[in-house]
């Protein structure tokens, strides 16, 4: 029986088969605790719809906005999430860890 | 990421090869980079390093932050037994990430109605594990109880470097097996590496319960190892 988890990587190509705008965030680095490990990763499409994830929930709302944004402009995004950082992101992680995630568009 | 470079560690993914994929976190340029083979690409040490512990991350190179994703091949679990346990243990790992194999030389237990898109071998439990060749990512588990297939199969593991070793069976089935490795010549620290009796004490009852103990443990010796 073959490995189920993680198939963020063929939702991408199935949507970019479709012709969809697609965009990639990647947890790149993590402080304290944190959801997901360094390497997770969360796909959107241009319209919003995602597979996989970069926290507990607790960012995905933020990081699918400035995935749209991405498909958008093409231009990659290094975004920042911790409780120390409540004045530029909105969100923060309740659990008190920090994360950076970065995003690029699939093209 | 390119449509391109996506292409190719699917590509990679599903030819087993473990790949790593290197961004420029400022370019936001990539490239990948094959662990287990030969080449000059400057960040080939590092690569094969994140591969070898299976840890993404960020590394420096002139001065550009460079994130190394390791796209190591699925960990895999390998089944000795085609009994009523491996049915549910087989469909839970496929589920939390590993390719599994039951491996059964008796055909009425290792038939497709029971293990619908398992991969099943009926080789003798060590023909196939020299055709299977383990390795540190991989976990074996032992169901029949019966000597005649478990211990040949505990007797190759115990010569490799596998993550997880585990055996179905009662404290005394399990103390008579260790007396039979022992007088094969295995040391009391080789046969410490078999779990036995199988999978976390939670109070199993069921084939599913089982499979979800020994799961557990599995999952444990992955990702807190003992020291």
């Known amino acids: 029986m073959t490995a189920e988890a993680d198939n963020v990587l063929e939702q991408i190509a199935a949507w970019r088969k479709e012709g969809k705008g697609v965009a990639l965030a990647t947890v790149v680095t993590t402080w304290g605790s944190s959801p997901r490990p360094v390497g997770s990763q969360l796909a959107v499409d241009n319209s919003g719809k995602f597979v996989g994830s970069v926290s507990g929930g607790c960012i995905e709302g933020a990081v699918v906005e400035e995935a749209l944004a991405a498909i958008k402009d093409g231009e990659t995004r290094f975004l920042d999430f911790g409780v120390t950082n409540e004045q530029a992101w909105e969100v923060g992680l309740a659990c008190g860890g920090k994360v950076q995630v970065f995003v690029e568009r699939v093209a | ?227």
């Open chain 2, 1 to 227: 990421m390119k449509d391109a470079t996506l292409q190719q560690i699917l590509a990679d993914q599903a030819a087993k090869r473990a790949v790593v994929l290197a961004t420029d976190l400022a370019s936001g340029d990539e490239r990948l980079v094959y662990p287990h083979e030969a080449g000059n690409d400057p960040l080939l040490g590092e690569a094969q390093a994140a591969a070898r512990l299976d840890k993404s991350g960020v590394v420096e190179h002139d001065g550009a932050k460079v994130f190394l994703n390791v796209y190591n091949p699925p960990l895999r679990l390998i089944i000795v037994g085609a009994v009523h346990i491996a049915q549910p243990l087989a469909r839970m790992a496929a589920m939390t990430g590993y390719d599994v194999t039951v491996v059964d030389p008796r055909a009425a237990f290792a038939s497709e109605e029971r293990f619908p898109g398992v991969t099943v071998m009926t080789e003798w439990p060590d023909d196939a594990m020299a055709t299977l060749a383990p390795d540190a990512r991989t976990a074996i588990v032992t169901l029949t109880h019966d000597p005649k297939l478990d211990d040949p199969a505990l007797e190759v593991a115990l010569r490799l470097p596998v993550f997880y070793i585990g055996a179905l069976g009662s404290k005394k089935t399990h103390n008579a097996r260790l007396y039979r490795l022992g007088k094969a010549g295995f040391s009391d620290a080789d046969m410490a590496r078999i779990c036995g009796p199988v999978g976390l004490a939670i109070g199993a009852k069921s084939p599913a319960e089982i499979a979800v103990a020994v799961l557990a443990q599995i999952t444990e010796r992955l990702r807190q190892p003992p020291v």
